[in-house]
C-alpha cells in the first residue's frame, strides 16, 4: 500500500495543486473603474489615470501615492487598499473619509494579450 501511495495518489496530489489557478494576493496590476479610467501598479511605481508615472508607498495589500499637479486632486493622497484579489477600494485625504470609497476591478486581459498568448 506504501508504495501505491508514492508512485499514484501523492504524484496525483502535488499534480493537482500545481494545476490549481493561482489567485493575485496583491495590489501589482492593472486596474479598471467602471467609468473607464485605469491604472497600472508595479510595485513602488504606478502610472495614475491621466498616464503619470509616479513613486508611492507601497505593501503587497495597499499603495498611496501624492499626485502633483495637473493631476486631479493634486496634494492630497490617494490611498488604495485591496479588499480581494479582483478589488481595490480607493479613497482621497488621510483623515477618515465617510464618504464610500472608490471600488476598482482588475482590468479584463486586452484583446492583444490574448492574440500574443496564441502563438505561445
Not at 477618515?96 to 486581459?109: I, K, L, Y
Request: proline share 8%.
Amino acid at each position: 500500500m506504501t508504495s501505491y501511495l508514492a508512485k499514484t495518489i501523492i504524484p496525483a496530489l502535488v499534480l493537482t495543486t500545481l494545476a490549481s489557478p493561482a489567485f493575485a494576493d496583491a495590489i501589482d496590476g492593472n486596474w479598471c473603474h467602471t467609468d473607464g479610467r485605469r491604472f497600472m501598479i508595479r510595485g513602488p511605481e504606478i502610472v495614475t489615470p491621466n498616464g503619470t508615472r509616479l513613486q508611492g508607498d507601497y505593501d503587497r495589500h495597499g499603495f498611496r501615492y501624492m499626485p502633483a499637479a495637473p493631476e486631479p486632486g493634486a496634494g492630497q493622497a490617494v490611498v488604495m487598499t485591496l479588499a480581494n484579489e479582483n478589488t481595490v477600494y480607493l479613497q482621497r485625504g488621510e483623515a477618515v473619509s465617510t464618504a464610500p470609497p472608490e471600488v476598482w476591478v482588475r482590468c479584463s486581459p486586452s484583446i492583444s494579450v490574448l492574440e500574443g498568448s496564441r502563438r505561445l
